[in-house]
């Protein structure tokens, strides 16, 4: 099949890799003159795994091309996938006007029918709003018979983890016009490869696909935001809030999954999305009570580390230097949106600390973020980090800092001390070392904490 792809981010580009993997001819469209001439060039601007040589094998075979001509895209491919950008408004709403702009060039420039299909995470009512945009477009054209469908089918990838997800997704949501239709029988023989053993596809109308995407990135984001809340009283109470996720993680009705308390969630997904939501829900007259609760939860969670650097080592930190590992807001992705590392170092040099940043990943977005700074030490490696430093901060759990030689690290700081943001050392271990572990409501191994 022909397929062109608007927008070339991680859901566009992952997309495209995954679908001429499998045979299919795809153009990907992008105004960012620049990305398309490097994606020419083989060169991936994001990292995630895999990802690079399914773009070189495919661009290589012919099956996978690029430009910035909304006119190639549309004339090459009967089906169009919308994945650009939704930055959030002022308010917390979504910025519908890249996808928009997608239905403008597709109403301008299509000649024969189409399938469009936003993949881009959108609020309800969208898709309705893309096709009163192509049908204005054909209209002004005189060619109003012109048949086309939207679709929504929303992504449900994780960065990090991108390529795999497309390629064995748990489900695929297909929100129709019609059920049973032509689009729908397209799509299906589309995702074919990807829907081997059991059928993956759930087919429903395209509002309640549109608010599957929100419903689920929430329902999520709403689980971690409770075990941080849960972590916060384990803190007060005296317990450790590791052996209660266990404890109610074997509940299957709760499940292991998500229920990790940390340094709050990040990334270009879970913050938007719970705030879009929320902007989504007042528009309608609703309060989203859970929501906004989940939202200041998160908020509140991205300090609490520097909360407790600041109950041990004091308000004024002049003087002091953190060693920080981990800055991208989960591990195997160098994205760095809304992550937690960044509140915090923010923190810290606002309280006069110097930092010592360390990430397998995300060093050269840091250097962009924040450019060249006095009290930023951009380290080589995650024991360089430790030079000088007071103590250790671990913000992101990527694994080659799981199990790291604590001798050295206890030589290293100035204070035998690491504030372990993911929870991922065990404490009893660390004090063989002679270091203490501050974690994420896990006080019942100490005195109850002050804060
Ligand atoms: C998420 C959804 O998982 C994905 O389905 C959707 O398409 C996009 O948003 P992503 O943002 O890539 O994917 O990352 P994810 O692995 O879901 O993690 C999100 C954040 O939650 C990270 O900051 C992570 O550290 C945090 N998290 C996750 C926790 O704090 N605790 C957990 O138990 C799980």
Redesign the pocket.
């Known amino acids: 099949m022909q397929i062109a792809i608007f927008g070339t981010g991680y859901v566009g580009l992952v997309l495209a890799a995954t679908m001429s993997d499998v045979g299919q001819d795809v153009t990907c469209v992008d105004v960012d003159v620049e990305k398309i001439a490097g994606l020419k060039r083989g060169e991936v601007p994001i990292y995630e795994p895999g990802l690079e040589a399914l773009v070189r094998d495919n661009q290589a075979a012919g099956r996978l091309t690029f430009t910035t001509d909304p006119a190639v895209g549309v004339a090459s491919a009967s089906i169009i996938f919308i994945a650009v950008g939704t930055p959030p408004e002022e308010d917390g709403s979504a910025d519908l006007r890249h996808v928009l702009s997608v239905g403008e060039m597709v109403g301008t420039l299509m000649q024969e029918p189409k399938i469009i299909i936003n993949k881009s995470t959108v609020p309800v009512g969208t898709a309705d709003r893309v096709k009163a945009t192509v049908t204005a477009r054909l209209a002004e054209r005189g060619l109003t018979g012109l048949e086309f469908d939207v679709v929504s089918n929303p992504?449900?990838?994780?960065?990090?983890a991108a390529v795999a997800d497309c390629m064995k997704p748990d489900r695929i949501i297909l929100g129709v016009e019609t059920a049973g239709g032509r689009s729908e029988q397209l799509l299906r023989e589309l995702y074919g490869p990807f829907n081997r053993n059991h059928d993956k596809i759930l087919v429903m109308d395209v509002r309640s696909a549109e608010l599957t995407k929100y419903a689920?990135?929430c329902m999520?984001a709403a689980k971690?935001s409770f075990?941080n809340e849960m972590a916060h009283l384990a803190d007060k109470i005296g317990a450790d809030i590791e052996k209660v996720r266990l404890g109610i993680g074997s509940d299957p009705r709760i499940g292991y999954h998500?229920?990790?308390p940390?340094v709050?969630?990040?990334?270009?997904?879970?913050p938007k999305d719970v705030r879009a939501l929320i902007s989504t829900a007042r528009e309608h007259g609703i309060d989203p009570m859970v929501m906004e609760a989940v939202n200041n939860r998160n908020n509140h969670q991205k300090t609490l580390l520097f909360d407790k650097i600041r109950a041990r080592f004091g308000s004024d930190l002049r003087g002091r230097t953190f060693a920080l590992w981990g800055l991208s807001?989960?591990p195997n992705t160098d994205d760095i949106r809304e992550a937690p590392s960044r509140t915090l170092m923010e923190a810290l040099w606002a309280a006069g600390a110097h930092v010592r940043a360390y990430d397998p990943k995300a060093m050269k977005a840091c250097q962009e973020a924040y450019g060249d700074r006095p009290d930023l030490f951009l380290a080589q490696s995650q024991e360089q980090a430790l030079e000088g430093a007071d103590a250790l901060v671990l913000v992101t759990e990527w694994k080659s800092f799981r199990s790291p030689d604590m001798a050295e690290i206890a030589a290293k700081l100035k204070q035998p001390v690491i504030f372990d943001g993911r929870n991922i050392f065990d404490p009893a271990m660390a004090a063989g070392y002679g270091l203490e572990i501050v974690g994420i409501g896990r006080s019942s191994r100490m005195q109850p904490e002050t804060l």
């Open positions: 992504e449900f990838l994780k960065e990090g689920a990135n999520l971690i075990m998500f229920i990790y940390g709050g969630y990040g990334g270009s997904c879970f807001f989960k």
